[in-house]
């Protein structure tokens, strides 16, 4: 039993052309324009000169129609292009109508009724009318497109480097990823193109104005020859004949150019908005006090005698008519703003969708209580959002991390006054500002008192003062250190991200720097992410430093330690102690004077031989195998060495030998996080290095 296949026919590859170029807009747009040069050198019947108005007529109220409808000029950035089409199309009717007036006596019935219908069948009214509307376009629109367009293109042209400094800040504040910068820069020279184009394109209406009053002429004076010299007609016959026909041509044609020449205008004037044009013109314009008193001063123009009444009372009511719609719109929208404004009640979620939503935590969120949400009003000049892209420009200044975005939140359950903070969903800290007082804090010669309102400083922990603003003068005096409430609350945020920039860290926002690096030094990446270490280790090895605030600016410098000594270990502990050698100026630089030199305490041999002799590596980490007495002694000693230290104005540092430090560091983070742990060879060239005491064990 044999089975046989349908076999396609083979398709024929010119048929296949074919249709290709069919299907293709630039074959079109070829195929226009040799029709356009077609209606230039051959003559066309009358019905196709019909058709060819018609399309004129449509093709003018459809550009204008859409001027009217787009949000922003730049919607319709082909509009030069467009223009120079339209008017090619008009001077090709232009040519064929007069070919065809010259020869037969006729032009067709839309230009026979534009002649007779429109202007009465009167020659002398229809010149009248169309050098009325000449003028129009040449001296009112034309002109005044030309001149808008102009000064908009110098004007786009001279804010591009404004612009674009604009867009190299946010791309340098994070506030916007190279692709999002790419696409600005490109709508920047879009838009300077576009309104060049159109300071170009507007030479083209005023040189069609102009044309269309010469070949008037021509005609008329063609035709006036040709219907007394050939046709044998009189010389009342010949101007009624083709005058009204050169007059309704000019009328039918120049309607779609007076179209045009308004949609110039109309696109050239535009501002950029988030409505249509007549949407922003009503609401604009929509104004009750102005139309009710209008509607007053217009009805009252009925009592001058001689004033026909009937025309003002009608005006005078349509004014009416719309102050009090005006009006009703206007008391609609306050009631709908105010029951906006009310706290609207949590919806319980029901779709798993909604269910997913609430998985998601963010990053890092600020619940403030409602007497705070002032500090967030765009319309104040010093404003919470401003402060925060400045946050996370002084982090990626000093750390290397890029903030992710900041939730913030107004939360009725909090106290009026208070703020906390959150990290991936968990309170890490909290506060309370007074938005009608100041910070005073006292400084280390500060003996007088003030009277204020007792606090602490919620960032460091400092008694403070809030104050009134009358005292602030006074504070300063006596040797107080004065901020604002919303420098309190910045402040706080930011040491709370620099304490907790390991967790906000995340394998996304690691993806993301190597993205960037390797797009500027693929060398840096390239064989070592992830053919040596994955991106998990990566993302360790940089919560690691930044555990001890160690920035992480220099990602190529850190990679090529990584691929240096990923061979020997992939642990994330050790790869960062190597990270650390290689930064021993960074490290020296953040904690020294300004006399180069480094204030510390060391640990006393007695006690280094201890640990050192206890030292054991657990999963692959050092660590110290102790009892809980003698950590619990090195804890405490570490802490007075601590004191000793901030006492003097100084940083708490302790610098031990390096196959201690991670050890020593590990046994000592959750009781004295702010102890700052240094190895030997991490003090860079240079640094000079003062001992103040030992941690000592009797």
């Given at each position: 039993?044999?089975?046989?296949t349908l076999?396609?026919?083979?398709?024929?590859?010119?048929?296949t052309?074919l249709q290709?170029?069919?299907?293709?807009?630039?074959?079109?747009?070829?195929?226009s324009?040799?029709?356009l040069?077609?209606m230039?050198?051959?003559?066309?019947?009358?019905?196709?000169?019909?058709?060819?108005?018609?399309?004129?007529?449509?093709?003018?109220?459809g550009?204008?129609?859409?001027?009217?409808?787009?949000?922003?000029?730049?919607?319709?950035?082909?509009?030069?292009?467009?223009?120079?089409?339209v008017?090619?199309?008009?001077?090709?009717?232009?040519?064929?109508?007069?070919?065809?007036?010259?020869?037969?006596?006729?032009?067709?019935?839309?230009?026979?009724t534009?002649?007779?219908?429109?202007?009465?069948?009167?020659?002398?009214?229809?010149?009248?009318?169309?050098?009325i509307?000449?003028?129009?376009?040449?001296?009112v629109?034309?002109?005044?497109?030309?001149?808008?367009?102009?000064?908009?293109?110098?004007?786009?042209?001279?804010?591009?480097?404004?612009?674009?400094?604009?867009i190299?800040?946010?791309?340098?504040?994070?506030l916007?990823?190279?692709?999002q910068?790419?696409?600005?820069r490109?709508?920047?020279?879009?838009e300077?193109?576009?309104?060049?184009?159109?300071?170009?394109?507007?030479?083209?209406?005023?040189?069609?104005?102009?044309?269309?009053?010469?070949?008037?002429l021509?005609?008329?004076?063609?035709?006036?020859?040709?219907?007394?010299?050939?046709?044998?007609?009189?010389l009342?016959?010949?101007?009624?004949?083709?005058?009204?026909l050169?007059?309704g041509?000019?009328?039918?044609?120049?309607?779609?150019?007076?179209?045009?020449?308004?949609a110039?205008?109309l696109?050239?004037?535009?501002?950029?908005?988030?409505?249509s044009?007549?949407?922003?013109?009503?609401?604009?314009?929509s104004?009750?006090?102005?139309?009710?008193?209008g509607?007053?001063?217009?009805?009252l123009?009925?009592?001058?005698p001689?004033?026909?009444?009937?025309?003002?009372?009608?005006?005078?009511?349509?004014?009416?008519?719309?102050?009090?719609f005006?009006?009703?719109?206007q008391?609609t929208?306050?009631?709908?703003?105010?029951?906006?404004?009310?706290?609207?009640?949590?919806?319980?979620?029901?779709?798993?969708?909604?269910?997913?939503?609430?998985?998601?935590?963010?990053?890092?969120?600020?619940?403030?209580?409602?007497?705070?949400?002032?500090i967030?009003?765009?319309?104040r000049?010093d404003?919470?959002?401003?402060?925060?892209?400045?946050?996370?420009?002084?982090?990626?200044?000093?750390?290397?991390?890029?903030?992710?975005?900041?939730?913030?939140?107004?939360?009725?359950?909090?106290?009026p006054?208070?703020?906390?903070?959150?990290?991936?969903?968990?309170?890490?800290?909290?506060?309370?500002?007074?938005?009608?007082?100041?910070?005073?804090?006292?400084?280390?010669?500060?003996?007088?008192?003030?009277?204020g309102?007792?606090?602490t400083?919620?960032?460091?922990?400092?008694?403070?003062?809030?104050?009134?603003?009358l005292?602030?003068?006074?504070a300063?005096?006596?040797g107080?250190?004065?901020?604002?409430?919303?420098?309190?609350?910045?402040?706080?945020?930011?040491?709370?991200?620099?304490?907790n920039?390991a967790?906000?860290?995340?394998?996304q926002?690691?993806?993301?720097?190597?993205?960037?690096?390797?797009?500027?030094?693929?060398?840096?990446?390239?064989?070592?992410?992830?053919?040596m270490?994955?991106?998990?280790?990566?993302?360790?090895?940089l919560?690691?430093?930044?555990?001890?605030?160690?920035?992480i600016?220099d990602?190529?410098?850190?990679?090529?330690?990584?691929?240096n000594?990923?061979?020997?270990?992939?642990?994330?502990?050790?790869?960062?102690?190597?990270?650390?050698q290689?930064?021993?100026n960074?490290?020296?630089?953040?904690?020294k004077?300004?006399?180069s030199?480094?204030?510390v305490?060391t640990?006393?041999?007695?006690?280094?031989?201890?640990?050192r002799?206890?030292l054991?590596?657990?999963?692959?980490?050092?660590?110290?195998?102790i009892?809980?007495?003698?950590?619990?002694?090195?804890?405490?000693?570490?802490?007075?060495?601590?004191?000793?230290l901030?006492?003097?104005?100084?940083f708490p540092?302790?610098?031990?030998p390096?196959?201690?430090?991670?050890?020593?560091?590990?046994?000592?983070?959750?009781?004295?996080?702010?102890?700052?742990?240094?190895?030997?060879?991490?003090?860079g060239?240079?640094?000079?290095?003062?001992?103040?005491?030992?941690?000592?064990?009797?």
């Amino acid at each position: 039993m044999t089975t046989s296949t349908l076999a396609t026919p083979p398709k024929n590859p010119i048929m296949t052309a074919l249709q290709n170029l069919l299907r293709s807009n630039d074959i079109v747009m070829a195929f226009s324009l040799v029709i356009l040069v077609g209606m230039l050198l051959l003559p066309l019947p009358a019905f196709v000169i019909d058709l060819a108005v018609a399309l004129s007529i449509a093709a003018s109220i459809g550009i204008v129609l859409l001027t009217m409808f787009i949000h922003q000029p730049m919607e319709f950035s082909v509009f030069p292009t467009v223009l120079l089409l339209v008017t090619l199309f008009r001077l090709g009717i232009n040519v064929s109508v007069s070919r065809l007036i010259l020869l037969s006596g006729e032009a067709g019935q839309i230009i026979a009724t534009f002649g007779n219908l429109i202007v009465g069948g009167n020659y002398v009214v229809g010149v009248v009318i169309f050098l009325i509307l000449m003028i129009i376009q040449f001296v009112v629109i034309n002109s005044g497109a030309g001149r808008v367009a102009e000064v908009a293109a110098r004007f786009t042209l001279d804010a591009m480097p404004g612009k674009q400094l604009a867009i190299d800040a946010d791309l340098n504040a994070g506030l916007i990823d190279e692709t999002q910068a790419r696409q600005r820069r490109k709508a920047i020279e879009t838009e300077a193109d576009f309104y060049g184009a159109m300071d170009g394109a507007s030479k083209f209406v005023k040189g069609d104005a102009i044309a269309a009053i010469i070949i008037m002429l021509v005609n008329i004076v063609g035709g006036f020859v040709i219907g007394v010299l050939q046709r044998g007609m009189d010389l009342a016959t010949a101007l009624q004949t083709y005058v009204l026909l050169t007059i309704g041509a000019g009328l039918a044609i120049q309607v779609p150019s007076l179209l045009v020449s308004a949609a110039a205008g109309l696109i050239v004037t535009r501002s950029t908005s988030e409505t249509s044009l007549g949407t922003e013109v009503s609401s604009q314009i929509s104004n009750f006090n102005v139309l009710a008193v209008g509607a007053v001063i217009i009805g009252l123009m009925t009592l001058v005698p001689g004033l026909p009444p009937l025309p003002f009372l009608l005006v005078s009511a349509g004014l009416g008519v719309a102050a009090f719609f005006v009006n009703q719109a206007q008391s609609t929208a306050i009631v709908l703003a105010e029951e906006a404004s009310l706290p609207a009640l949590p919806s319980e979620p029901e779709t798993p969708e909604q269910m997913l939503e609430m998985v998601v935590v963010d990053p890092i969120e600020l619940e403030i209580g409602y007497s705070l949400i002032a500090i967030i009003d765009e319309d104040r000049q010093d404003n919470l959002l401003r402060r925060i892209t400045s946050i996370r420009r002084q982090l990626m200044s000093e750390m290397g991390l890029i903030l992710p975005v900041v939730r913030i939140r107004d939360n009725l359950r909090l106290p009026p006054q208070s703020y906390r903070i959150k990290i991936r969903g968990q309170e890490v800290a909290a506060g309370d500002i007074l938005l009608d007082r100041l910070l005073a804090i006292p400084g280390s010669d500060s003996e007088e008192t003030l009277q204020g309102i007792e606090t602490t400083e919620p960032a460091f922990g400092l008694p403070a003062l809030w104050i009134s603003e009358l005292d602030q003068n006074q504070a300063e005096m006596k040797g107080y250190t004065v901020v604002t409430p919303l420098s309190v609350l910045c402040t706080h945020l930011t040491e709370v991200v620099r304490a907790n920039a390991a967790e906000l860290l995340s394998r996304q926002l690691v993806q993301e720097m190597l993205n960037q690096l390797r797009q500027k030094s693929p060398a840096s990446v390239e064989g070592v992410v992830p053919e040596m270490l994955n991106l998990g280790e990566v993302q360790g090895v940089l919560r690691n430093l930044l555990r001890e605030r160690i920035p992480i600016r220099d990602l190529s410098g850190i990679l090529e330690v990584l691929a240096n000594n990923a061979i020997m270990t992939r642990d994330p502990h050790i790869l960062a102690e190597a990270v650390r050698q290689s930064m021993a100026n960074t490290i020296s630089s953040q904690y020294k004077d300004e006399t180069s030199t480094l204030h510390v305490f060391t640990l006393a041999p007695q006690l280094e031989s201890t640990l050192r002799s206890s030292l054991v590596s657990a999963d692959g980490s050092p660590g110290f195998q102790i009892d809980a007495g003698l950590a619990q002694r090195v804890l405490v000693k570490t802490g007075e060495q601590m004191e000793v230290l901030a006492q003097q104005g100084h940083f708490p540092v302790l610098i031990c030998p390096r196959e201690l430090r991670l050890a020593f560091r590990r046994l000592v983070e959750q009781s004295l996080p702010n102890l700052i742990v240094m190895a030997f060879s991490e003090v860079g060239p240079g640094t000079k290095v003062k001992a103040h005491g030992m941690v000592k064990l009797e």
